[in-house]
């Protein structure tokens, strides 16, 4: 089973600013089978990004992802009051599994 | 428009089995393409998938669960079912249905999700 690990745990940051999520897999992944999810507190989790780097129907274009083999970022380039929020990457193999997530909090 | 839908009981005791329905509309469960997945919550803490089920393809369970879990689907009420034998108070946890692309593998609606606890 691949183990997805996310860095860092929690990222304190102003309104504004650039936001750098990373990802790491125990072992190369397909691309095209990576996506990232963020969560508002009580909210069910919306998909951000799949196959890596394609952003899902509705999303802003301040969320970019990009990376492959082991290594996957999430990148926000401008910090909106909306953002700060959980965020998971999440691997779609015979077992998908998710990262444990990182919290964005408003520094 | 997708959406989807959790519906059971919000109490459940330990050793007792959990059936929780998801309703689906927006998208056909006959869909090649698309299928369904439970995946939990427990409070505070990570996403966890259970299973997948897809109608031209069958089930597929998490290896740690899958001796508990059995998911099936009535197409004709567009609903599917996950069924969750020898319930424990580490089960506790909110239960998400959602829709899953199998090109790309990932989760692209959720239900709401419904907590589900398990005590005495």
């Known amino acids: 089973e691949i183990v997805l690990t996310q860095s860092p745990g929690t990222l304190s940051l102003s309104p504004g600013e650039r936001a750098t999520l990373s990802c790491r897999a125990s072992q190369s992944v397909t691309s095209a089978h990576l996506a990232w999810y963020q969560q508002i507190p009580g909210q069910a989790p919306r998909l951000l990004i799949y196959?890596?780097?394609s952003r899902a129907t509705g999303i802003a274009d301040r969320f970019s992802g990009s990376g492959s083999g082991t290594d996957f970022t999430l990148t926000i380039s401008r910090l909106e009051p909306e953002d700060f929020a959980g965020y998971y990457c999440q691997h779609y193999g015979s077992s998908p599994t998710f990262g444990q997530g990182t919290r964005l909090e408003i520094k | 428009q997708v959406t989807l839908m959790e519906s059971g009981p919000v109490l459940v005791k330990p050793t007792e089995t959990l059936t929780l329905t998801c309703t689906v509309s927006?998208?056909?469960?006959?869909?090649?393409?698309?299928?369904v997945s439970w995946i939990r919550q427990p409070p505070g803490k990570a996403l966890e998938w259970l299973g997948n089920?897809?109608?031209?393809?069958?089930?597929f369970y998490n290896p740690s669960l899958k001796s508990r879990l059995i998911i099936s689907e009535d197409t004709s009420k567009s609903q599917v079912v996950l069924t969750m034998t020898n319930m424990d108070p580490v089960d506790t946890a909110t239960y998400y249905c959602t829709r899953i692309d199998r090109w790309f593998g990932d989760f692209d609606y959720w239900g709401p999700g419904t907590l589900v606890t398990v005590s005495s």
């Open positions: 927006g998208f056909s469960l006959s869909n090649v393409r698309m299928g």
């Open positions: 089920i897809y109608s031209n393809d069958g089930e």
């Open positions: 196959n890596a780097s």
